[in-house]
């Protein structure tokens, strides 16, 4: 019988809890972008490259994970 709960995370090649500590990391990650994000639209002088670097870490980060899991 198809799980809801785990038919996603094993996709992935993780479990229920790998899969939710990794999307909880990203969620707090999008939530300091969204912040910098915000901040360097009223003064561009602050986070000036902070959001691209974070931005290209994360998805470098996807592509390995991706990468791996195709092997």
Known sequence: ???PFTDHPHSVNEN???????SLSYSVKFIWLAFMTLV???FP??????SSKLVKK???HLD????NRNQ
């Open 16 to 22: 229920y809890f790998t899969h939710m500590r990794h």
């Open 1 to 3: 019988m198809n799980n």
């Open 58 to 60: 994360i998805n470098d």
């Open 40 to 42: 360097h639209a009223f």
């Open 45 to 50: 002088f602050i986070f000036t490259n902070a």
């Open 64 to 67: 390995d994970r991706l990468t």
